[in-house]
């Protein structure tokens, strides 16, 4: 579907976003480890979050609706049952990776499938600590879905240092780790998203800026109440719209500001950016607050290669608010952005040419300068939804606006992105 937008003059109001993605697929994975019942509240309403859903449904979990809260009927330590079919993550990579690392410690064959999107995306990351750990998995031609999961007797702990910042690939050794009476640790020099060794307690110390994280069968999780915070990477979309539209000023509800995800704003706020913090407090060990947005002129700033793992989900939005800054806008350490949903980098340089801007690609990023030249583009989202959300929020920018291409594919992470833009212009 073909999604048209005009140029949006003002921004108004306040949101209360669904929760926050990755909180809401590991609330629901924990809770489905548990033995018995746990309620979560604002799970994020994504497709992601559902493909985790219907996944452990097949594990022989139990899942009711209650107004804004999930009920999950977990099956306790070893307690999953043999899968009747192959499990289906859907376009999720979270759900993908984290369920491997579980599976690998169960005692029944698995399989794991993904759309093509996800069946293009790297898994030896994943498959090769957990081949350490003594797991037997098979991959597709070059380390793809669909995963064959094969039951073993034992795993083994690991010291296993990430190659590459991802927290779905530190989340999938410390999940098998759970399994396993003795300690296994992961060591990462670069801070991914810490959510797992948050909700889960998992000790972490820090040594020369190099994080140590544990996991063993003392920190198998125990049945609880979740409360999931709003999703910052949602709300960047809104705040990004928000700063660049004149006389605006919008409220977004208790959004998690989580110190591994809070980069978007750490940099649109030394670009320039008015964003003031306010209710905040920890819930879950989950820093959460209110954010109050005003319209601002920005400033493009160098982007700190440490703060890359904290803002990568929202590259892609960011540097459309870098079209509108001062200066141009830069951004290199930022290869991972190649193996997400698509490649995010030569799918933004390719529709902010389209604009007649000035773009140059490199390995690991990309630099966007020049005064936008053409009208009415027709941008294409490459099926992800988030550069699909990022090219609506350009489209909405542009004098004359601009239609982005396969627009469904939002409902990955947030089916109401119109209906709340539809409330904040009106
Ligand atoms: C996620 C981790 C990040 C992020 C993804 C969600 C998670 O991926 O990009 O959208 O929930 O753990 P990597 O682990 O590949 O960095």
Redesign the pocket.
Known sequence: MIQKFEKVNRISGELKLKGD??IS?RAVMFACMASGVSRIKNLSNSEDVKSTVKCFEKLGCGFQKENNELIVTGKGYKGFVNPASELFAGNS??TARLMTGILAAQNFESVITGDSSLSSRPMNRIIEPLKQMGAVIKASGGGKLPLKIIPVDNLKPINYKLPV?????K?AVLLAGLHLEETSTVLESLQ??N?TENMLGLPVSVKDGVNLISSNRMYYPEPKDYIIPADISSAAFFIVLALLTGNSELKIKSVSLNETRDGVLRVLKQMGAEIVEENVKYIMNEKIGDLIIKSSVLHNVKIEKNLI?NL??EIPVLSVAGIFAKGGFYINNAE?LR??ESDRISGLCNNFKKLGLHVEEFRDGFSVEGEIKNKNPEFDSFGDHRIAMSLSVLSMLLKDGGEVNNFECTKISNPGFLLQIKDITK
């Open positions: 993605k990755s697929h990579g979270t910042a991802s927290a779905q690939v989340s991914s998203r959510h793992p990568i989900d991972e193996f997400k």
